[in-house]
């Protein structure tokens, strides 16, 4: 072997050492997306933060602009958005017709119409804003499902529309159940919420430890 190319042969295994002897990492979890609406964001991120493989819940609006995407415009009722949370989720932990069984019967009350509890208005409707096909598809097969159960006393009303937009809320309404746990709406609200997540789906909840 001449000595250029020995020096080519070295300096070609140098390069390609670090890549052949580096570990593998393991591959990062595949993430996906659900926007829910059912009254005030508040309540429902607390609801969906506590569920194992959801790596993170954003309040905010959906339905509307990005130019009236803000609480003190959206609180009039008129730009069409509704108050709502986008869910980043790992499905080989959670799947998304489980994020709808919470959100059917812990989350928020599916039957009552442009309201949910004290809040009145279409910004606080029951929306499943719906990413694809196969997000509709559970969206839709869970309301018949459960009509056909009878899970309700009341027809659910429940609007399954496609996702045009999410638009984070302000700083102060994210994580605001977590951060003012003592606050009266809270307590009254929401507290409860967390109650009956606990009881309905313990295997769902995300262990303290």
């Given amino acids: 072997m001449t000595m ?11 390069a390609l050492w670090p890549a052949c002897a580096a570990p593998v990492d393991a591959a990062p979890p595949r993430t996906e997306q ?18 194992r493989g959801v790596s993170a819940v ?20 008129t730009t069409g958005h509704a108050e709502s949370v986008r869910i980043t989720f790992d499905p080989a ?13 812990v989350a928020h009350d599916p039957t009552e119409l442009d309201r949910q509890g004290p809040d009145q208005g279409t910004q606080y409707r029951s929306a499943i804003f719906y990413a694809n096909d ?16 009878h899970a309700f ?21 994210q994580h605001f159940v977590e951060r003012h746990p003592d606050y009266p709406y809270v307590v009254i609200n ?4 967390l109650d009956a997540l606990r009881k309905k789906f313990p295997a769902l909840v995300k262990s303290n430890g």
């Fill in 34 to 51: 659900a926007v829910l609406a059912g009254g005030c964001f508040w309540g429902i991120e607390a609801v969906f933060e506590q569920l």
């Fill in 93 to 105: 932990v959670i799947s998304y017709r489980q994020l709808l069984r919470v959100y059917f019967t």
């Fill in 134 to 149: 196969a997000q509709r598809r559970d969206a839709e097969e869970s309301i018949r499902e459960l009509t056909a159960a």
């Fill in 58 to 77: 954003v309040a905010g609006f959906s339905g509307g602009d990005a130019s009236t995407a803000h609480y003190d415009v959206v609180e009039n009722g």
């Fill in 153 to 173: 006393a009341a027809p659910i009303v429940t609007q399954v529309v496609p996702l045009r937009g999410f638009y984070p809320a302000e700083a102060y309404h």
């Fill in 4 to 14: 250029l190319r020995r020096l080519f042969v070295l300096v070609l295994a140098s």
């Fill in 190 to 193: 929401d507290v409860p919420k």
